[in-house]
């Protein structure tokens, strides 16, 4: 399957009990949140930095780093990591990930990808393997699930937790049409937002124990995130109809929207992959001249994009059925040409 060996896990967990300060530097999805969540709770040390200027982590964050004060830097779920950033840090790095394997030195790097190309394993996945605390099974749950894997564990999952997923179903019914769904875009949506409120969220999550905290508001840090969870998501349906309004017959669907809006290209995209299995979806946010791109689909189409980027200012890739990019503006038609012609081949 490719995920962490016995040995590897045995390392990440000794090296997590003897940090004194370590810092979680982690991708600003429900995957990258709930690696963080599942490592940080094992010994409840260290602090977080939420990474939103995706895919590079690059020299330009080290001054950012030094206030932290950390023994142990731990990379979760990013992408691409700069060698200069590696270096500067001056620390020992852990650098944890499932995207397309990248070569530095002086890392202790982990890719189930580097022994199985086609592996697809979520970082949450790999921190529940080294986490095991049966108790946040509903993190790891929720973080597979934000990144389209049915994990092997589910029916535990089943049977601990049926108020949020009754029985074994395919995946996009499961992830998009049960309440386990309201779960999994929890951990995207806190993220969103003002920093001081996502901030707050974030630390009042290390806290939680139960989802019906949340979901029930059996708690008054449960009451507080489903409010915020609940704000956001308003937002999140009334653009999620705004796009289902303008699908059409043609193959590739592709949906504008501007920076006016907070952003949900991700979410967007993979709802309406699981509404419309046939299609391609492209949900592109202008913001600074550029189009913020997510593309999805239930069929592979990153040699489609990779082509499509050629020529084009700008940049993109990421899993087979699930990319993203960042084109120029003016650059932004010529690319779907490009991307629909080879979509054909």
Known sequence: MGMLTQKQ?????????TAQNPLFIHDGDGDGLCSFLLLYRINREGKN????????LDASFLEKMKGYHADK?????????DQEFIDGLKRPVFWIDHHEPQKRDNVHYFNPRINNPDAYIPTTYMAYQISQKKEDLWLATAGCFADYMDPDF???????????????????TMIFKRPISKLVKLFFFLLKGPTSEIRK??????????????????????KFLHKRFEKINAKYQELLTLARKQVTRSKVFVFYYTDTHWSFTAN?????TALYPKKVVIIARE????MKCSLRAQF????????????????????????GAVIKKEDFEQFLTVFKKELKK
């Open 9 to 17: 896990v045995q390392f990440l967990r000794e090296e997590l009990q």
């Open 49 to 56: 930095f939420i990474f939103k200027a995706a895919p590079k």
């Open 73 to 81: 830097v731990f990379i979760l779920d990013i992408p691409m990591v």
């Open 154 to 172: 589910l029916p535990e999952f089943i049977e601990r937790y049926p108020q949020y997923l009754k029985k074994h179903e395919a995946l996009p």
């Open 201 to 222: 969220s974030v630390k009042v999550l290390t806290r939680i124990e139960h989802p019906d905290e949340i979901f029930k508001e059996t708690t008054s840090q449960g």
């Open 268 to 272: 967007i995209a993979n709802e309406l």
């Open 287 to 290: 913001k600074s001249g550029e």
């Open 300 to 323: 592979p189409i990153v040699t489609a994009l990779k082509k499509a980027l050629e020529g084009v200012e700008g940049y993109g890739g990421g899993h087979p059925n699930a990319c």
